[in-house]
């Protein structure tokens, strides 16, 4: 104590490595903590075999596709898919063991971005930085889940979380160059090459940066230039995306009908994720406890974008003022927690996802960044704390119970039943389903029920022919018809499960689905209104053996499929629109072809057909005489 018991002051270098030290430790203590869970969750998805699948055909020069020779878009992000390529190319390494280490790496450093984003915003003074919104995302179980699982949920989150630590720093620096600005700019442009939904972030974020005060050059050049270099690769991409698959956005987006709404589904797959959890908990008291910080501090709050007195200034003054302030870790703050809601609403609206949790992760993750880590004050000058400095500690404290509490829960009891609602713990399930704690070989999948005898099916029938399952489950081969050309015809195998199959089969074995992620015809047909959500389109096996010119009689057709129904089906599929439409995806990519692809993309995509036959040739206008192929 001093001469007159004041506290004796704690020199400021012994705060600031003290403060260092925490802030360092809470970083990789929870980068550390996440990489543990990832591990000992570690999986491949099926739909994660399924990206693979287009990254073998790029290997083997066969182009971004599914199916060699027919161009569909079969993943969902673009980045994703070309980055497992790029490390894929570089490394010669299993395919399964690269979006792994690629997978989990990214996670990893989501945290590390993340908090060092927060950190930023909270700088300034005596105080601590400790883990507080980094502890409840890594507490959820799918936030691990989906750590690997060689879906792009990792590289969603890691995006979000550099352009967070980007904006941040923007915000706070006092002088800002031309290159940084840029640099920022292509990162918040690459939105929709990461995932389609995406954009509505990337958007917001060019808008902010447009609006705020330039450097160097004339304001509308440089903000010419600022569109330009975030445009420059998405709108690239676009164009070749159209003219080369016909679509202005991936196949998966026709076959789950994104822009459709389920809203009722949607509120279930919330709760799904937030009422096993109680996540609302952790997600109430870091709201609390970050107003009270910002009461005690400088940073400004969201609302002080705008205020009472800007309504006295001139048109101009306002624009001028409001600008300065888009230049602010308020308004950064203001643009995720945006980001989050609208992104949540979105989910909401198609209808969430089949897979417990993860749709929902980058919300999640949005709302959670600005307390990722949260102050606590080193205050020498009060002999008395304030009320205020007792939050932080027992937020904290708070947050690590619920996260001890939720790191253990399970959400999905069912293993490898699907619930009612069609939400499943997909992890879970394949757990149960293939006998393999990790399964993340294409093999491991072998046991998977009727895989293993597929492959066996496929070997004994060397004429080739389409597999597809009849009523019993059993596997049918539906031959070619007679004379069977020599060498044999293409083997096709029509089933739901794209990724282990194609992963257990070679490049030159056709692999379509009856949802449509790999199958134009399948992906626009109708939706069935109350179907599971992401499997709500199912087109008959019928549609598949005429499309693939099998034999369509009986005996060499199996009896369980109708030939008058077949006849119909040949008759519906000569409707000239349809045959333009398999055209997009099938015929030699001329300059021609490129070209009426760009120019029709947009028709295409809203095209539907009629998985009844009878309702399709009515639709059609086509007759029985048009019916020969």
Not at 218 to 231: D, H, K, Q
Not at 339 to 368: K, N, Q, W
């Amino acid at each position: 104590m001093g001469r007159y018991g004041s506290p004796v002051p704690i020199r400021g270098s012994s705060i600031q490595r003290s403060s260092c030290a925490t802030f360092v430790g809470g970083i990789v203590l929870t980068a550390v903590l996440f990489a543990i869970g990832g591990w000992e969750r570690r999986w491949i998805a099926d739909d994660g075999l399924t990206v693979l699948r287009t990254v073998r055909n790029l290997l083997a020069g066969n182009g971004p596709v599914f199916n060699a020779g027919e161009r569909v878009e079969v993943n969902t992000s673009t980045a994703w898919t070309y980055l497992v390529w790029f490390v894929s190319w570089l490394t010669q390494a299993r395919l399964e063991y690269v979006v792994l280490g690629v997978a989990l790496t990214l996670s990893v450093a989501a945290i590390v971005f993340a908090m060092l984003g927060a950190a930023r915003l909270w700088q300034g003074g005596a105080q601590l930085l400790l883990p507080a919104g980094a502890l409840v995302y890594v507490a959820v179980p799918p936030a691990r889940d989906y750590a690997t699982s060689g879906l792009e949920s990792s590289l969603v989150i890691c995006w979000l979380a550099v352009l967070w630590w980007w904006l941040i720093r923007w915000s706070r620096a006092e002088k800002v160059s031309c290159a940084s600005v840029l640099g920022l700019s292509f990162v918040a442009g690459l939105a929709p090459l990461i995932r389609p939904e995406l954009t509505l972030v990337g958007a917001l974020a060019l808008v902010m940066i447009c609006g705020a005060p330039l450097p160097g050059m004339r304001p509308w050049l440089f903000r010419a230039l600022i569109v330009a270099v975030a445009g420059l690769v998405p709108v690239a991409y676009q164009i070749w995306r159209m003219g080369y698959y016909g679509l202005p956005y991936p196949n998966t987006a026709v076959a789950k009908d994104a822009s459709g709404a389920k809203w009722r589904q949607g509120l279930s797959y919330l709760w799904n994720l937030v009422g096993p959890y109680w996540l609302w908990v952790p997600l109430v008291v870091l709201s609390a406890a970050a107003v009270l910080a910002v009461r005690s501090r400088r940073i400004g709050s969201p609302a002080a974008i705008w205020s009472d007195r800007d309504s006295k200034l001139s048109l101009r003054e306002r624009i001028h003022r409001i600008s300065g302030r888009l230049r602010s870790p308020a308004a950064v703050v203001a643009l995720m927690f945006s980001s989050g809601a609208l992104l949540t609403i979105y989910e909401i609206r198609v209808g969430g996802d089949f897979m417990h949790g993860r749709m929902l992760l980058p919300p999640l993750f949005c709302l959670l960044l600005p307390v990722m880590v949260l102050p606590l004050k080193l205050s020498a000058a009060q002999a008395v704390p304030r009320r205020i400095d007792w939050v932080v500690p027992i937020v904290l404290a708070a947050t690590v119970g619920w996260a001890l509490f939720a790191a253990d829960v399970t959400a999905i009891k069912t293993g490898n039943r699907i619930t009612a609602s069609g939400i499943a713990d997909e992890r879970l399930y394949y757990v149960k389903s293939t006998g393999h704690d990790h399964p993340i070989r294409a093999e491991d999948y072998l046991n998977y029920p009727r895989i293993r005898a597929m492959i066996g099916d496929i070997a004994s029938s060397p004429n080739g022919g389409l597999l597809i399952n009849s009523p019993s489950w059993n596997w049918q081969i539906v031959p070619p018809p007679t004379p069977i050309p020599v060498g044999g015809a293409e083997h096709t195998v029509f089933f739901v499960n794209l990724g282990m199959i194609s992963m257990n089969m070679p490049l030159d074995v056709r692999v379509i689905d009856p949802v449509g992620l790999s199958y134009p015809l399948a992906a626009h047909t109708f939706r069935f209104p109350n179907a599971r959500i992401g499997h709500d389109k199912n087109l008959d096996a019928d549609w598949a053996v005429v499309d693939a010119g099998m034999s369509v009689e009986h005996p060499r057709m199996p009896l369980f499929l109708d030939e008058g129904w077949v006849t119909r089906i040949r008759t519906a599929m000569s409707c000239p629109e349809t045959r333009d439409l398999l055209a997009s995806t099938r015929a030699p990519l001329t300059f021609d072809r490129f070209r009426r692809n760009v120019q029709q993309s947009l028709k295409y995509a809203r095209y539907r057909i009629d998985r009844v036959p009878e309702y399709e040739i009515e639709r059609c206008h086509v007759v029985g005489a048009n019916a020969s192929r």
